[in-house]
């Protein structure tokens, strides 16, 4: 299991340690052996994730993201008797993937909501649900909006503003950098400029939306549950779900 934080060679934040929520997939993942069972980690970065499921007794494993510079690390870190067990695909989410209706168990997706619009989300979650097999479980991790970088009165004020005018995704913010408090050039060169918080009540209709039913909706403590420390603040830093295909 990873202990720290690793920067991803995408601008797209890190790597994180493992959530609770993480560690639901990877424990789900071990009743996931059958010869024709798929599991998929979108968003993989450098695959500890990936590592963790097929070595909790994973027959197969897609390991997706796009950046091909983190798939050779996968490739590379993995047990010569897993690699058997793995398929990376390269690609932007959701645009990029394209598989088979009710192919896949379980989905795993850590940290990729927050680079997506609102009309991205709703086509990635649709393509989630189409991939799953019925029954199948999606595990969800992002930030929420309650992170201590936004902990400032014009996000505050404009994010109930938003909620107020009825806005779609109040969340999401075209440019991040004039909103957070923390002044840090490394923080910039981490992530796009765009970036997209959730409260979990929006998250849980989206999905609703989409035809998923909610086994699990909760904030996470942050400081718990591998969120990088200068979004530690109120104990809820991270939404963590797990939602049926119905």
Known sequence: ????????????????????????FIAYA???????????????????VVNAALNAGAN????????????????????TENLSKLSTHQGVFPQDYSFNHSSVQAIHASHILEFLNGSELMAGLAKFHNWLCPG????IVCYSIFI??????????????????????PGYLENYNNYITIEDSE??????????LYEK???????????????????LNGRDNGAVEYTWHDG??????VATRI
Request: proline share 2%.
């Open 201 to 219: 009540e929006i998250l849980e209709s989206a999905l609703a939306q989409a035809g998923f039913s909610i086994e699990s909706s909760v904030y």
């Open 148 to 169: 201590k970088e936004l902990d400032n009165s014009t996000f505050k004020t404009e994010y109930q503003s938003r909620k107020i005018s009825n806005v779609a995704w």
């Open 30 to 48: 071990s009743e996931c052996n059958d010869a024709d069972a798929m599991i998929m980690d979108m968003g993989c970065a450098y695959g500890n």
């Open 136 to 139: 199948g479980k999606l595990f």
């Open 236 to 241: 809820r830093e991270y939404i963590g779900i």
């Open 1 to 24: 299991m990873t202990t720290t934080h690793r920067d991803t060679q995408n601008h797209r934040g890190v790597m994180h340690p493992f959530s609770s929520t993480t560690k639901q």
């Open 60 to 79: 197969h494993i897609i390991a997706c993201d796009m950046a091909q510079e983190h798939l050779d690390v996968v490739k590379s870190d993995l047990a």
């Open 187 to 196: 923080i910039d060169d981490l992530f796009p400029s765009a970036f997209h």
